[in-house]
């Protein structure tokens, strides 16, 4: 592999746990560097930390937020 290559992948802790996930990448990136940017891609949706998994994970918690409020509203008018 590249040393560029290497090196970016070595200050990345994301890639480097990818790359043990998915060893296929070292032979890949070997044969063809400038796959970096798919194989950055992919490790984003491996470690759900692409946009759309970020905006759910946001959702969510409104969601369970809005849940609480409701919640604490229907107890205060019990009381």
Same mark, same amino acid.
């Given at each position: 592999?590249?040393?560029?290559?290497?090196?970016?992948?070595?200050?990345?802790?994301?890639?480097?746990? +990818?790359?043990?996930?998915? $060893?296929?990448?070292?032979? /890949?990136? =070997?044969?063809?560097?400038?796959?970096? *940017?798919? #194989?950055?891609?992919?490790?984003?949706?491996? +470690?759900?930390?692409?946009? $759309?998994?970020?905006?759910? /994970?946001? =959702?969510?918690?409104?969601?369970?937020? *809005?849940? #609480?409020?409701?919640?604490?509203?229907?107890?205060?008018?019990?009381?």
């Amino acid at each position: 592999m590249r040393q560029d290559l290497y090196k970016l992948i070595e200050g990345n802790e994301d890639m480097q746990k +990818f790359l043990r996930v998915q $060893p296929f990448w070292y032979r /890949k990136l =070997s044969r063809r560097p400038h796959l970096i *940017s798919k #194989m950055e891609t992919e490790a984003k949706f491996y +470690f759900e930390k692409s946009i $759309p998994h970020r905006v759910s /994970k946001f =959702s969510e918690g409104v969601q369970m937020a *809005s849940m #609480m409020v409701h919640m604490f509203q229907a107890m205060n008018a019990q009381q």
